[in-house]
Structures are given as structure tokens and as C-alpha cells.
């Protein structure tokens, strides 16, 4: 009897365990360290740099300045209520602005006298 129990423990092992399922590693990303308050030298850059963005959006002041999204969107309305930029585009989810120049001032003011030229 001691044979076959010597013979039946290498026949049971044989399948053998598979190895445990490893998951795929995830990529992690950094976590983004953005402010939620405007220092000095930030607020200096938004008003000095960012008006001569072609492109002003939400999203470039997060990736641009580090600022966070709610104080992206503070910021590009106090642009807008100096002048120093123009919206483009308004759509709920995104706004997208560009920089005012003194031609786009200009331009209304030749259309107005086209118009009132035909009268």
C-alpha cells in the first residue's frame, strides 16, 4: 500500500497550481498640485502673458498658469470685463476667447459708417 500512495502524491501534483492572475498595473496619474488662490506673481503673469494668448480658454490657463478651473474661469471674466480679451466662441460647457487688438476696435466703427453711408 505504501507504493501506491507514493505513486498517487506525484499524479495529483502533476496538474500542478496555476500561478495567481496578476492585473494589469494601472497608469498612474501625477496629481496636479494647481492653485486655488491668486499669488502675486501668478495674478502679474495672468495680466501681463495672457492677453497675448492667441487662444484663451479654461483649459489653457490650467495647464499654462497651474491655476485650478474655477479660478481659470474668474479670471478670463475679469480679462473680458477690462478689454483685454474677446470671446470667440460661447458654449455652456466651453467659452473660448482670443486677444483684443486695437483692429477689431476700429472695425465696428468703418462698419458703421459703411451703413450709414447707404443711407
Known amino acids: 500500500m505504501a507504493k501506491k500512495d507514493v505513486a498517487a502524491k506525484p499524479s ?9 492572475k496578476k492585473w494589469s498595473a494601472k497608469k498612474v496619474k501625477d496629481k496636479s498640485n494647481n492653485l486655488v488662490v491668486l499669488d502675486k506673481p501668478t495674478h502679474e503673469r495672468l495680466f501681463k502673458e495672457v492677453p497675448t494668448y492667441k487662444l484663451i480658454s ?3 490657463l490650467v495647464d499654462r498658469l497651474r491655476l485650478n478651473g474655477s479660478l481659470a474661469r474668474i479670471a478670463i471674466r475679469e480679462l ?11 458654449h455652456h460647457a466651453q467659452v473660448i476667447y482670443t486677444r ?8 465696428p466703427v468703418a462698419a458703421d459708417k459703411a451703413e450709414s453711408d447707404e443711407e
Open 12 to 20: 495529483s501534483s502533476s496538474g500542478g497550481k496555476k500561478a495567481k
Open 58 to 60: 479654461q483649459s489653457v
Open 80 to 90: 473680458e470685463a477690462q478689454g483685454l480679451i474677446k470671446p470667440l466662441s460661447r
Open 100 to 107: 483684443a487688438t486695437g483692429d477689431e476696435k476700429a472695425a
